[in-house]
């Protein structure tokens, strides 16, 4: 477990970003600390936070799955995480602050429609 790193994903959020930039899309700070829930991605102008949530990690509905190994544990730590972030996207919502979520699976199999949600949220 001491081994499993959650930040930076370079197969996900990297990629979404490098075609942020491709598309001319920018005014976007990575990881802010003072944000609620600390998106991957914070608009501070428009006030968007992107979420871009890995399939495993936080239970998507579509290929997330439970280890079979120590299940019990996995599902309980599973079900905390999509806890957190019901929790994190209410407040951020009370603050005014608009929550986008994208899944990892997403984000491979339809970037560009990612991106056209994203641009269309910030009316540019």
């Not at 930040?7 to 990575?30: C, D, H, M, Q, Y």
């Not at 991605?41 to 997330?64: R, S």
């Not at 905390?80 to 407040?91: M, V």
Request: glycine share 8%.
């Amino acid at each position: 477990m001491s081994k499993i790193r959650g930040r930076n994903n370079a197969t996900t959020e990297k990629r979404f970003r490098s075609s942020l930039v491709s598309k001319g899309i920018n005014g976007w700070t990575i990881h802010t600390n003072n944000i609620i829930g600390k998106p991957d991605l914070y608009f501070p102008k428009e006030k968007i936070a992107v979420f871009l949530d890995g399939c495993f990690w936080h239970g998507c509905p579509k290929c997330g799955h439970y280890p079979k190994t120590n299940s019990k544990f996995w599902k309980a730590k599973i079900l905390r995480n999509k806890e957190r972030d019901a929790e994190k996207g209410r407040l951020l919502k009370k603050y005014g602050v608009k929550v986008i979520r994208f899944w990892e699976h997403q984000t491979i199999n339809d970037l560009k429609g990612c991106i056209s949600k994203l641009h269309i949220a910030l009316n540019r």
